[in-house]
């Protein structure tokens, strides 16, 4: 419209420079000339401003398409990621070892609970490789999946679970085969330990490499300022001390409270109560004395029931809670 003004203002100035004794027919024909060229002009500016309009919206649509393609791609992309590149870890552990040579060496008075990976070796030994592989199934599961691998060849599943993810008012469901969370150092795996096999307590009850099934696990998680931690679990019981049983159902059960907190920022503990009941069909094991009068073997079958309580407490110290500089 600027530019319509300019030209009537142009207009104008050509009708002030006419001479005063052009005629009113003169005069009529210019004011029409100047009418229509102005007409022309204003429709060719109403067009070519249509024209920006819809060209500014078409680019604003393009650039709105283009950022979500481009969302879209990202999307896909990052499913891609957690469905094909899950987290992978792999623990070598090896070990030197000094000690007597007894043969199937155990602790007197207890049933022998079996054996860890290559654990009565002496000198050094490889001891067992372990390969972890873990991910987000989906916004609502994550899969852990454990395998070790011994110096003879052999892969043991030590875990293949999957968990919940934000099931609400704090539980938690876990089904599988995974490590149970009775006691406090069960549920920790060999390369987690703070030395370098398991407590005397643990091998005699459970064996050196603790207590395992398939099953499921539900827990609660008190929404309070200390830990506060209610558990139960169902499973096969297959593994000491109980044994794999042709039957339907569950075999074993367990059940746990755990609490804990901190008295300041160098100190913390944790206390819990667990119990284990399971059956046993047929359990053998290989007991041997040694007397004056030489070898005693003696092969025993166990069928019943089994029932296990532990209690257990750790109190743990660090500086200014920096377990890195020091700790017991």
Do not use: C
């Not at 060849?153 to 876990?174: C, I, K, P, W, Y």
């Not at 100190?267 to 284990?276: C, I, K, M, V």
């Amino acid at each position: 419209m600027i530019r319509s003004s300019m030209i009537v203002l142009a207009a104008s100035g050509v009708l002030a420079s006419l001479p005063v004794s052009a005629s009113d027919a003169d005069l009529k024909a210019l004011r029409e000339e100047v009418a229509q060229m102005k007409k022309t002009y204003e429709q060719r500016i109403e067009s070519l401003e249509k024209r920006l309009v819809q060209a500014e919206s078409t680019s604003t649509q393009a650039k709105v398409a283009a950022d979500q393609a481009t969302t879209q791609a990202a999307r896909v992309g990052e499913g891609k990621a957690n469905a094909f590149n899950p987290e992978i870890g792999l623990v070598l552990q090896g070990r030197a070892k000094k000690m007597k040579d007894v043969e199937e060496r155990s602790v007197a008075g207890y049933w022998p609970a079996g054996h860890d990976h290559d654990g009565e070796k002496r000198g050094l030994s490889l001891q067992h490789t372990e390969l972890m592989f873990a991910a987000n199934v989906s916004p609502n599961f994550r899969g852990v999946a454990r395998f070790a691998v011994t110096e003879d060849g052999d892969v043991e599943v030590e875990e293949a679970s999957f968990s919940t993810l934000g099931l609400g008012q704090g539980f938690a469901l876990r089904g599988g085969r995974f490590a149970s969370d009775i006691g406090y150092q069960n549920a920790q795996h060999p390369h987690e330990w703070d030395f370098a096999d398991a407590s005397l307590m643990q091998q005699v009850l459970f064996g050196a490499e603790g207590y395992r099934q398939d099953g499921l696990q539900l827990k609660w998680v008190a929404p309070i300022d200390f830990l506060l931690v209610f558990g139960a679990e169902v499973g096969r019981g297959a593994t000491f001390p109980g044994t794999d049983r042709n039957k339907n159902g569950a075999n074993a059960g367990t059940i746990f409270a755990k609490m804990g907190g901190d008295i300041d920022h160098s100190n913390a503990w944790q206390a819990g109560l667990s119990y284990l009941g399971t059956r046993a069909q047929e359990r053998d094991a290989h007991f041997e004395d040694t007397d004056a009068l030489g070898p005693n073997e003696v092969q025993g079958l166990f069928s019943g029931k089994s029932h296990t309580v532990i209690a257990d407490f750790v109190w743990k110290w660090a500086p200014n809670g920096n377990p890195q500089e020091r700790n017991f």
